[in-house]
T-cell receptor
Framework: AQKITQTQPGMFVQEKEAVTLDCTYDTSDQSYGLFWYKQPSSGEMIFLIYQGSYDEQNATEGRYSLNFQKARKSANLVISASQLGDSAMYFCAMREGRTGGFKTIFGAGTRLFVKA | GAGVSQTPSNKVTEKGKYVELRCDPISGHTALYWYRQSLGQGPEFLIYFQGTGAADDSGLPNDRFFAVRPEGSVSTLKIQRTERGDSAVYLC??????????????FGPGTRLTVL
């Protein structure tokens, strides 16, 4: 069964420093996609970054990068140069391909606190 | 352009009542998803539509939950005989590419359902 694990319920980082949020996943499908979403206190879910299972290079989007280690089934999010506005919940998610029915499974989330 | 909208933003009902939650996806998005998010947890998949049909309804918790999308655009999530445990934020998302594992889902602001 597909599963997403985020082991860090909360993380602190100093403003302007980098932080890594951990995510491991479990799937038997060969084709899947990995996502990270940000959810501020306002409640909206904001898409950050996507990594496909067949992508050979790690995805990057501005200050966000995804450290994809397929053999270890990990997809950690790296935020560089943290800003106060980065304080939010962060969710890792996985969507399997056709054999998985296309449903998306989310982890329990990591709450990030950025300190001034 | 308009994003995903959901109505109502808040719904308070009594145990045993029937409720309907509405989702207007982004125009042109053929895929639509419903999720439920309880306090302190990640979104939980409920159902996924491709066009008018429910491609995957494996996340619906029981037969009190039902969703429709009769014209392939607006969707309604229906909950019969509500229970206190149904209290949560119900999120709707839509995406453009229904057949791949990498489509970005755009989320609505959610409907907060409270069952007294």
């Amino acid at each position: 069964a597909q599963k997403i694990t985020q082991t860090q319920p909360g993380m602190f980082v100093q403003e302007k420093e980098a932080v890594t949020l951990d995510c491991t996943y479990d799937t038997s499908d060969q084709s899947y996609g990995l996502f990270w979403y940000k959810q501020p206190s306002s409640g909206e879910m904001i898409f950050l970054i996507y990594q496909g299972s067949y992508d050979e290079q790690n995805a990057t989007e501005g200050r966000y990068s995804l450290n994809f280690q397929k053999a270890r089934k990990s997809a950690n999010l790296v935020i560089s140069a943290s800003q106060l506005g980065d304080s939010a919940m962060y969710f890792c998610a996985m969507r399997e391909g056709r054999t998985g029915g296309f449903k998306t499974i989310f982890g329990a989330g990591t709450r990030l606190f950025v300190k001034a | 352009g308009a994003g995903v909208s959901q109505t109502p933003s808040n719904k308070v009902t009594e145990k045993g009542k029937y409720v309907e939650l509405r989702c207007d996806p982004i125009s042109g998005h053929t895929a639509l998803y419903w999720y439920r998010q309880s306090l302190g947890q990640g979104p939980e998949f409920l159902i996924y539509f491709q066009g008018t049909g429910a491609a995957d309804d494996s996340g619906l918790p029981n037969d009190r939950f039902f969703a429709v999308r009769p014209e392939g655009s607006v969707s309604t999530l229906k909950i019969q005989r509500t229970e206190r445990g149904d209290s949560a934020v119900y999120l709707c998302a839509s995406s453009l590419n229904p057949s791949g594992s990498g489509d970005e889902q755009f989320f609505g602001p959610g409907t907060r359902l409270t069952v007294l």
